[in-house]
T-cell receptor, first 114, second 113 residues
Framework: ETGVTQTPRHLVMGMTNKKSLKCEQHLGHNAMYWYKQSAKKPLELMFVYSLEERVENNSVPSRFSPECPNSSHLFLHLHTLQPEDSALYLC?????????????FGPGTRLTVL | AQKVTQAQTEISVVEKEDVTLDCVYETRDTTYYLFWYKQPPSGELVFLIRRNSFDEQNEISGRYSWNFQKSTSSFNFTITASQVVDSAVYFCALKGYNNDMRFGAGTRLTVKP
């Protein structure tokens, strides 16, 4: 595998379900990001992890819970979501601290909440 | 505050036409980076280019070219001789001093055969 991978690619869940999104980067990066992309809205940064420590949380509801066990893996745990949480969830990684910091994205998980 | 504006929501051209996608940004940082990404129907954002605020040289890569002008806070993207495979949503983004990457709303480009 190369680049940034995300699983699953598609997910349908009910509002009472608990599920997790997984992201893995194979680029040797040390920072990882979760973004939400809703229809007709700009990409919204949800969480940033740098060196496995969360450095930014843009006031995301607590029903979204991130986890970064190491610099290559990032999870987004979901529980009691709402229909308005249906969106494309994109993971990205970058080499932080170099001043350049280009983010490389995975293919996304398209989430539908019923 | 940082802001990126892509005023063109959708553009439709016929194959082989040239097309320019506009991007205007706002930032108070003196050091910043500008990016363009392409999002094909598959969903993945594909990195196209990065420019830093100290380098205003225009760049050309094959049929793609970028015009960075600090005087007008613009970073426009031109595709020459467009092809059907260029159909996608294109995002301009700005990263300032911190980790906060701001994306524009995107421009959906449709290239018709």
């Amino acid at each position: 595998e190369t680049g940034v991978t995300q699983t699953p690619r598609h997910l349908v869940m009910g509002m009472t379900n608990k599920k997790s999104l997984k992201c893995e980067q194979h680029l040797g990066h040390n920072a990882m990001y979760w973004y939400k992309q809703s229809a007709k809205k700009p990409l919204e940064l949800m969480f940033v992890y740098s060196l496995e420590e969360r450095v930014e949380n843009n006031s995301v509801p607590s029903r979204f819970s991130p986890e970064c066990p190491n610099s290559s893996h990032l999870f987004l745990h979901l529980h009691t979501l709402q229909p308005e949480d249906s969106a494309l969830y994109l993971c990205a990684s970058s080499l932080s601290g170099t001043g350049v910091d280009t983010q490389y994205f995975g293919p996304g998980t398209r989430l539908t909440v019923l | 505050a940082q802001k990126v504006t892509q005023a063109q929501t959708e553009i439709s051209v016929v194959e082989k036409e040239d097309v320019t996608l506009d991007c205007v940004y706002e930032t108070r940082d003196t050091t910043y980076y500008l990016f363009w990404y392409k999002q094909p129907p598959s969903g993945e954002l594909v990195f196209l280019i990065r420019r830093n605020s100290f380098d205003e040289q225009n760049e050309i890569s094959g049929r793609y070219s970028w015009n960075f002008q600090k005087s007008t806070s613009s970073f426009n993207f031109t595709i020459t001789a467009s092809q059907v495979v260029d159909s996608a949503v294109y995002f301009c983004a700005l990263k300032g001093y911190n980790n906060d990457m701001r994306f524009g709303a995107g421009t959906r480009l449709t290239v018709k055969p």
